[in-house]
């Protein structure tokens, strides 16, 4: 994972592909831990500029030279590569899925409704509903994938784009002038048209919200 700081004189602190946007530098670390006790068993820093998943093979191969064998890494999706996936394959191991591959994407389609608020497929334990997809061929292996809908998360979610697209119709509106530039710094989120220039507001253009758009996120809030 990574973390931003706004210290000064830290080495390793780049800009890099902070996963909170703070225009600060970050960190990279990758940590592991007892998985009972959470005690931490090993931890390394990286230069902020790195990628996670171009350090994971390293990695690996310093805590082999550590002696650790009974692992189970957990990667957040900036670990997603094939370089990654052949340097973990021996041991057990779960990873996020970036949104933009085409298997999470029909994992999407084919098991989204099938298990959105279905007590057959309801985890007591985490309040959530999950399905197990068995023997899915990614990156050239096999292996189980697992796609899971939480409905306190959807509704967060929601009120969180429902705000968004306000704040961003707000923000375009603000802007003096039509432009190229102006459409592309919304898009996907608004659809910017140029017009006659209003008598009232002055502008020549007007500002709605992608409904396509707006929906397609809607319907995938809650699900992981």
């Known amino acids: 994972t990574n973390q931003n700081t706004n210290s000064h004189g830290i080495e390793l602190a780049e800009f890099g592909h902070a996963k909170v946007k703070e225009n600060l530098p970050d960190i990279n670390t990758a940590m592991f831990v007892d998985e009972i006790t959470g005690i931490p068993m090993y931890y390394e820093h990286f230069y902020g500029s790195i990628l996670d998943k171009t350090e994971t093979p390293f990695t690996i191969e310093k805590v082999k030279d550590l002696g650790f064998k009974k692992l189970f890494l957990m990667m957040d999706r900036g670990y997603f590569s094939q370089k990654s996936l052949d340097a973990v394959g021996e041991y057990n191991f779960a990873i996020m899925c970036p949104d933009s591959l085409q298997i999470v994407k029909q994992l999407f389609k084919d098991y989204s409704a099938e298990i959105k608020d279905s007590e057959k497929y309801y985890i007591s334990e985490e309040n959530i509903y999950g ?9 050239g292996g096999t292996y189980n994938c697992y796609i899971y809908y939480d409905s306190k998360r959807a509704e967060e979610e929601r009120a969180t784009i429902h705000t ?41 253009f007007t500002v709605k919200e992608s409904k396509r758009h707006v929906q397609q ?7 992981f």
Request: glycine share 4%.
């Open 131 to 139: 399905k197990r997809i068995r023997n899915m061929e990614v990156c």
């Open 164 to 204: 968004k697209v306000q704040m961003m119709i707000k923000a375009a509106l603000s802007r003096k002038r039509f432009s190229k530039k102006l459409q592309e710094t919304f898009s996907p989120w608004l659809i910017i048209e140029k017009s006659e220039k209003d008598p009232t507001t002055g502008k020549s």
């Open 217 to 223: 996120c809607l319907d995938k809030a809650g699900f």
